[in-house]
């Protein structure tokens, strides 16, 4: 039987169309995916349905509501179809796939978030590559996960993240393996899927409007800009330390003013500036000392995954404790567990 597969145009690159200003947003993207499949291709590929969103936008302009309207449309027709591709622009495209993965626990079918560097419209363009590909993908049985693909990778969405700003391999998933290569075969990587034992429990949420942030640690950050930016109504912050969890201590009023804000119920999780690397809070001092003001060490967590999740954590309305608990608690293989290097996930469901 042939698979159904819907499509969810969000916006982003591989729509948009050339103007005097630059590239914007167009609809009629089901007008170009029609002639772009010959009747003989159509053979091959999976049925399918596009739907594309009544405000196309440009992924910059992506706000955390967008997640959950994302995961809200894929929620309503989960059981009309057996895989979701999403069509996105590329600029926010690992934060979507890492929000969609915590919206969306217990899935039992794929969900590829894809899109291209370049239009569709244009003569030569990677974005047919990757949307046919992505729709085969979708169909496969079984990767029940987000995923991102991109360029002949398929990665884990809350693994994934944007390296390069004009290259087709734009994308990697730089501490955990691939999901599947794609090149003259489709090579899929199974023990390296998520083992799917929960139930399908989605969670559509108003997302926590400013209260998240993220602060890269740099040389000269005082404590002073610290606790600016520790304000309420902040209730989380996400602090890209240096190497595996390494932050000024000697500082005047750094290490105080992080613990401050944790007793006030902020939630602060450390994770590295390193594309490769795991934070480790007992290996240096350093790392001890902002352990000891509460700050939570964030293992191996994507900039974007980090704060996907505790947004989405926040917007539960969950008691600081549990918020800081399930920081530490693999939902989906966001992070690798110490010890199990390949990160099989421990959902919470």
């Keep these: 039987m042939q698979k159904r597969i819907f499509i969810a145009y969000t916006?982003?690159?591989?729509?948009?169309?050339?103007?005097?200003q630059g590239y914007v947003p167009e609809s009629g993207l089901d007008r170009l995916l029609a002639?772009?499949?010959?009747?003989?291709?159509?053979?091959?590929?999976?049925?399918?349905?596009?739907?594309e969103c009544s405000h196309l936008i440009d992924s910059a302009n992506l706000h955390p509501r967008d997640w959950y309207r994302i995961a809200d449309l894929i929620a309503s027709h989960?059981?009309?179809?057996?895989?979701?591709?999403?069509?996105?622009?590329?600029?926010?495209?690992?934060y979507t796939a890492s929000g969609l993965s915590f919206a969306l626990p217990g899935l039992t079918k794929p969900v590829i978030v894809t899109g291209s560097q370049i239009p569709l419209r244009e003569m030569r363009n990677d974005a047919?590559?990757?949307?046919?590909?992505?729709?085969?993908?979708?169909?496969?049985?079984?990767?029940?996960?987000?995923?991102?693909?991109?360029?002949?990778?398929?990665?884990?969405?809350?693994?994934?993240?944007?390296l390069k700003g004009e290259a087709l391999d734009a994308?990697?998933?730089?501490?955990?393996?691939?999901?599947?290569?794609?090149?003259?075969?489709?090579e899929i990587n199974r023990p390296a899927i998520l083992d799917r034992t929960g139930a399908e429990v989605f969670q559509i949420l108003q997302p926590a409007d400013g209260q998240v942030a993220v602060l890269k640690v740099f040389p000269g950050l005082s404590a002073k800009l610290l606790a600016k930016v520790l304000e309420p109504p902040l209730r989380g912050l996400i602090l890209e330390s240096y190497g595996i969890g390494?932050?000024?201590?000697?500082?005047?009023?750094?290490?105080?003013?992080?613990?401050?804000?944790?007793?006030?119920?902020?939630?602060?999780?450390?994770?590295?500036?390193?594309?490769?690397?795991?934070?480790?809070?007992?290996?240096?001092?350093?790392?001890?000392?902002?352990?000891?003001?509460?700050?939570?060490?964030?293992?191996?967590?994507?900039?974007?995954?980090?704060?996907?999740?505790?947004?989405?954590?926040?917007?539960?309305?969950?008691?600081?404790?549990?918020?800081?608990?399930?920081?530490?608690?693999?939902?989906?293989?966001?992070?690798?567990?110490?010890?199990?290097?390949?990160?099989?996930?421990?959902?919470?469901?």
């Design 35 to 51: 002639q772009m499949i010959s009747p003989d291709l159509a053979e091959d590929m999976p049925d399918y349905v596009l739907h």
């Design 246 to 349: 390494a932050v000024p201590i000697e500082s005047p009023g750094f290490l105080a003013t992080l613990a401050t804000a944790t007793e006030h119920g902020v939630t602060i999780v450390a994770i590295s500036q390193c594309i490769e690397s795991r934070v480790d809070l007992r290996k240096y001092a350093v790392g001890t000392a902002l352990a000891r003001t509460g700050v939570l060490g964030g293992f191996d967590l994507t900039t974007e995954a980090a704060y996907a999740k505790l947004n989405h954590l926040l917007s539960l309305n969950i008691p600081t404790e549990e918020v800081g608990g399930n920081m530490q608690r693999s939902w989906c293989g966001e992070f690798s567990v110490p010890d199990e290097p390949f990160g099989r996930a421990r959902s919470l469901y």
């Design 128 to 162: 047919r590559n990757n949307l046919l590909t992505a729709l085969l993908l979708a169909a496969k049985d079984p990767i029940p996960e987000v995923c991102l693909y991109f360029n002949g990778r398929l990665m884990r969405g809350n693994r994934a993240t944007k």
């Design 11 to 20: 916006g982003g690159t591989i729509g948009m169309r050339r103007t005097p």
């Design 78 to 94: 989960y059981h009309d179809y057996d895989g979701f591709v999403v069509l996105h622009g590329t600029d926010t495209m690992a």
């Design 171 to 186: 994308f990697d998933s730089p501490n955990y393996p691939l999901l599947a290569k794609v090149g003259i075969n489709i």
